[in-house]
């Protein structure tokens, strides 16, 4: 079950190969208040079901549910993100349409979550496989929270190298010292949109087991930086990354292959 929940967090925002034909979609809804429990009970009481069954047929490989934490525009913005891995993107609208067969005795619209929550924004994307996780993690206590980051590097290749040649092991050596409060961490490639308004070319997402280890310093004071950290890349910043927390509310994914 461990090594089943880890990878969960690996296909989280992820698809397999530059070349394979798995998307991942981040889409982003706005619930407000007064419909927010309701929702989320829709969500893991029959469209989980769904996610799961689609699983099993080989449809979707990942599904997950995450609520926002903080943040600004709280009484307009999205504060929902759903992400999907799916291995055929062309058969989306199929998928979705297979809950009534799951429920045969329930109303669509007590299952429905379209009244209670409204599309702002859909991301579709690729994986840079790099995920990575503390040694001995458990999913189920110390996946709760995670900061999802996208990025605007000039050089795209030049970014994700240093990520993964550079960044990555500095992690992976943090945890295995208990010098870092993350419990996980990987990133990804933004296939689209690509517009003025969204000049975002990478994602990463950084993974918490409480919303106090978020929101606090991520490495300890005694944790020995390599000298020269993180200069290659300097220059190689188009403009500010966004950074946004969520709390992981559910999440489906299929085993590993054998």
């Known amino acids: 079950m461990k090594k ?37 009970k829709r969500e893991t009481t029959y469209w989980q079901k769904l ?13 997950a549910i995450l609520q926002k934490v903080g943040g600004i525009h709280q009484d307009t913005g999205s504060n929902i993100l759903i992400v999907n891995t799916f291995n ?31 599309n702002t924004a859909t991301i579709f994307l690729r994986n840079g496989n790099n ?5 001995n993690a458990d999913p189920q206590k110390d996946f709760k929270y995670v900061y999802v980051l996208y990025h605007q590097p000039k050089n795209v290749a030049k970014h994700m190298d240093f990520e993964a040649n550079e960044w990555k092991p500095l992690i992976e050596k943090a945890m295995a010292e208990g010098k ?9 490639y933004i296939i ?6 969204f000049q975002y070319r990478t994602s990463s997402y950084d993974l918490f087991s409480s919303l106090s280890e978020a929101l606090g310093p991520q490495f300890s004071e ?19 990354r966004h950074k946004d927390l969520y709390r992981i509310v559910t999440m489906v994914s299929a085993p590993p292959a054998e």
């Open 88 to 118: 055929d993107i062309d058969a989306s609208n199929e998928i979705w349409g297979n809950v009534q067969a799951l429920f045969p005795d329930t109303k669509m619209e007590d299952m429905g979550t379209g009244a209670l929550a409204k």
């Open 222 to 240: 005694d944790f020995t930086w390599p000298d020269d950290f993180g200069d290659i890349v300097q220059d190689n910043n188009n403009g500010p």
């Open 192 to 197: 689209m949109p690509e517009s003025e308004k």
């Open 131 to 135: 995920f990575t996780a503390a040694p």
């Open 180 to 188: 870092t409060t993350l419990k996980g961490w990987g990133n990804d």
């Open 51 to 63: 996610a799961e069954s689609e699983v099993t047929k080989g449809n979707l490989t990942f599904w």
């Open 4 to 40: 089943l929940s880890l990878l969960f967090l690996g296909l989280l925002f992820c698809t397999p190969t530059l070349f394979a034909q798995e998307v991942i979609t981040h889409q982003y809804r706005r619930v407000e208040p007064e419909n927010m429990q309701e929702y989320l």
